[in-house]
């Protein structure tokens, strides 16, 4: 008998993106074709997304939309979606990004060798998707294709960019298979899936970027500070089976140890002298622990002020920092000046 079972799931993990989610379904459901199902997890959602979910559904019979009792937390929902899911391929696209016209016809050509994972590209833009601020994300500029015996290479080549979820396609029947549960509360249940043992093998990386990527609007914003200096660099440096070399190369262990590094986030919002006091109290030490407490006590507005002088002088191409330095709400009219004297033009 023939296999009526839809060719890929695009699973979606919401909460409390009402504002954003319709877009996103939108661009997605204008390219359906009938091997493909659109999966809505949403975790209990306070806001409007029930009925801009529910919409949708209404014009499109192939949307699957489950509301949960409670939010798991995105791992948890993210696995569900995958749980819910007819595919034998699932797209664990995000609920605020857009795909680009074609993208979901180029992915179903990817899967016609039917590799176990597709890593899909993506490009950087502002929060209304008017302007680029990085194209491609994944600095590829032709299809890429990883065997099991390269696993290294791939991680080194690809584990910082798919920090976004967005570019992931992988074979359910694989995900099921491996560890989830050991990553739920990392926020990337997906980094955890791919890179744990054993490796995963015919890999195949998209280089034309098909998402587009609204920057500057995750939900973890605000936790950015932990995210990226603890549950990130934990993760990565759990994965027994890579070289420390290839580790550093994704990212440094401590990164809190670095002056600038304290600084952006400072500049952001995200370090406090709330954010020393949890996490830097009891590990600093020394001369890194008076340049926390320092930066900590930094004026914000200075802060931010700093940062968009540096990156206007010494760091001009990282228009994703710029971008988020000038939106950050600490940027007051010092830093617009700053940005307006060095010529910086971000829309």
């Given at each position: 008998?023939?296999?009526?079972?839809?060719?890929?799931?695009?699973?979606?993990?919401?909460?409390?993106?009402?504002?954003?989610?319709?877009?996103?379904?939108?661009?997605?459901?204008?390219?359906?074709?009938?091997?493909?199902?659109?999966?809505?997890?949403?975790?209990?959602?306070?806001?409007?997304?029930?009925?801009?979910?529910?919409?949708?559904?209404?014009?499109?019979?192939?949307?699957?939309?489950?509301?949960?009792?409670?939010?798991?937390?995105?791992?948890?929902?993210?696995?569900?979606?995958?749980?819910?899911?007819?595919?034998?391929?699932?797209?664990?696209?995000?609920?605020?990004?857009?795909?680009?016209?074609?993208?979901?016809?180029?992915?179903?050509?990817?899967?016609?060798?039917?590799?176990?994972?597709?890593?899909?590209?993506?490009?950087?833009?502002?929060?209304?998707?008017?302007?680029?601020?990085?194209?491609?994300?994944?600095?590829?500029?032709?299809?890429?294709?990883?065997?099991?015996?390269?696993?290294?290479?791939?991680?080194?080549?690809?584990?910082?960019?798919?920090?976004?979820?967005?570019?992931?396609?992988?074979?359910?029947?694989?995900?099921?298979?491996?560890?989830?549960?050991?990553?739920?509360?990392?926020?990337?249940?997906?980094?955890?899936?791919?890179?744990?043992?054993?490796?995963?093998?015919?890999?195949?990386?998209?280089?034309?970027?098909?998402?587009?990527?609204?920057?500057?609007?995750?939900?973890?914003?605000?936790?950015?500070?932990?995210?990226?200096?603890?549950?990130?660099?934990?993760?990565?440096?759990?994965?027994?089976?890579?070289?420390?070399?290839?580790?550093?190369?994704?990212?440094v262990r401590e990164p809190w140890r670095g002056f600038k590094y304290l600084l952006f986030h400072r500049a952001l919002g995200s370090y406090s002298m709330a954010e020393f006091r949890k996490y830097l109290v009891g590990i600093a030490r020394g001369r890194t622990r008076i340049a926390a407490w320092a930066v900590a006590r930094c004026p914000r507005g200075l802060?931010?002020?700093?940062?968009?002088?540096?990156?206007?002088?010494?760091?001009?191409?990282?228009?994703?920092?710029?971008?988020?330095?000038?939106?950050?709400?600490?940027?007051?009219?010092?830093?617009?000046?700053?940005?307006?004297?060095?010529?910086?033009?971000?829309?």
């Amino acid at each position: 008998m023939p296999d009526l079972r839809p060719k890929l799931s695009i699973c979606i993990a919401t909460y409390n993106r009402a504002g954003f989610v319709a877009e996103t379904l939108d661009s997605i459901v204008q390219q359906l074709t009938p091997e493909v199902e659109l999966i809505v997890v949403d975790g209990a959602s306070p806001d409007d997304t029930r009925e801009v979910v529910g919409r949708m559904a209404v014009r499109c019979s192939a949307l699957r939309y489950f509301r949960e009792k409670e939010n798991s937390g995105v791992d948890g929902d993210y696995d569900k979606a995958v749980g819910y899911a007819g595919g034998e391929y699932c797209w664990l696209m995000t609920d605020d990004d857009v795909l680009v016209p074609g993208a979901l016809r180029r992915v179903l050509a990817a899967l016609e060798g039917r590799p176990n994972l597709v890593v899909v590209n993506a490009e950087v833009r502002n929060v209304d998707l008017t302007a680029k601020l990085e194209s491609p994300r994944l600095a590829i500029h032709a299809d890429l294709t990883f065997g099991a015996d390269q696993r290294e290479e791939f991680f080194v080549r690809a584990a910082n960019y798919l920090s976004f979820i967005g570019g992931v396609v992988i074979r359910r029947d694989a995900w099921l298979a491996r560890d989830r549960a050991s990553y739920y509360g990392t926020l990337f249940i997906h980094v955890g899936v791919i890179f744990q043992s054993p490796a995963i093998g015919n890999i195949k990386v998209i280089a034309q970027p098909l998402i587009m990527i609204r920057n500057g609007n995750a939900m973890w914003t605000p936790r950015g500070f932990e995210i990226w200096s603890f549950k990130w660099p934990a993760l990565v440096w759990s994965f027994t089976d890579f070289s420390e070399a290839a580790k550093r190369s994704v990212c440094v262990r401590e990164p809190w140890r670095g002056f600038k590094y304290l600084l952006f986030h400072r500049a952001l919002g995200s370090y406090s002298m709330a954010e020393f006091r949890k996490y830097l109290v009891g590990i600093a030490r020394g001369r890194t622990r008076i340049a926390a407490w320092a930066v900590a006590r930094c004026p914000r507005g200075l802060a931010n002020l700093a940062a968009v002088v540096y990156y206007g002088l010494f760091k001009r191409g990282s228009r994703i920092a710029l971008y988020d330095v000038l939106r950050s709400r600490h940027a007051g009219a010092t830093s617009r000046l700053a940005a307006c004297v060095l010529g910086i033009r971000l829309r």
